[in-house]
């Protein structure tokens, strides 16, 4: 049986975010830096669709590759971190402090990999910093504005509003990484994993680790951002807003659905199943 029933899934997501969170630092660190090349990568085949296309929703059916790439490589990521990690310290598989300690060290890790992204992008992008950037490198470098600039200029309104986005968008990023779970087939968990990516993409809401990319990068373009505004006005509330989606939609919703039922499926027990 290729679909995992609630209780299983429950289950499934109390071992895996108990083995993440008992992954050797090293390991967080190596495998959070490639997630955030991977997300940099997906995110600029996102851009090509898009001035391609000039459709933004036909960008969002490119843009999960990257997601589900990372996931089937058995990677770390912060953003599906923050569903899995806080959901096994609901199981009472995990301390508060394991939480914390492995969110905030895979966080660092897809920085720095976002980062070198950003700078291997704005070298091919620009010959070196010989030219001026082609025309993905332009896109992005609008793109990295408007995820600045219009919330700087709202002040406190724009301030929440990147929050709130960011709250939506993890919403579904962890649901993302819930979704591989449901499958035990590899064309299952991709085709779960694409689902909720896709929506989050093409209606436009904020991811830190993708920012850590976009914006960075737009930075090293020429787009007129600040790293200090970036982090104020778009990182630090995005972040925000990605752990209370994680926690408060993913983690405690699905616990308090199905959290008490958790109990692994055998082979016999999912033959056996009505």
Known sequence: ????????????????????????????????????????????????????????????????????????LGLELFTGNAALLPYARLAGKLTGGQVISGLALVYVANLIGSLIYALLFALASTKFFTTAPDPVGAKLVAVATAKVVPYMNAG?????TALVKGIICNWMVSLGAVMALVCRSVIGKILAMWMPIMAFVAQGYEHCVVN????????????????????????????????????????????ASYGATAAIETDVQAATAD
Do not use: C, R
């Open 1 to 72: 049986m290729d679909w995992l029933k609630p209780s299983a899934l429950a289950a499934a997501m109390t071992d895996a975010g108990t083995k993440k969170a008992y992954l050797p630092a090293k390991t967080i660190i190596v495998t959070g830096i490639l997630s955030g090349m991977f997300l940099g990568f997906t995110t600029t085949l996102y851009l090509s669709a898009v001035v391609a296309s000039g459709s933004g929703l036909v960008g969002a059916i490119f843009f999960p590759v990257g997601f589900i790439m990372l996931v089937l």
């Open 156 to 160: 406190a309104a724009g301030w929440g």
């Open 212 to 255: 850590m990319f976009v914006i960075p990068g737009g930075i090293l373009l020429g787009a007129h951002v600040s790293v200090g505004q970036w982090l104020l006005w778009n990182e630090i509330p995005v972040t925000i807003g990605n752990l209370v989606g994680a926690i408060a939609i993913t983690a405690i919703g699905l616990y």
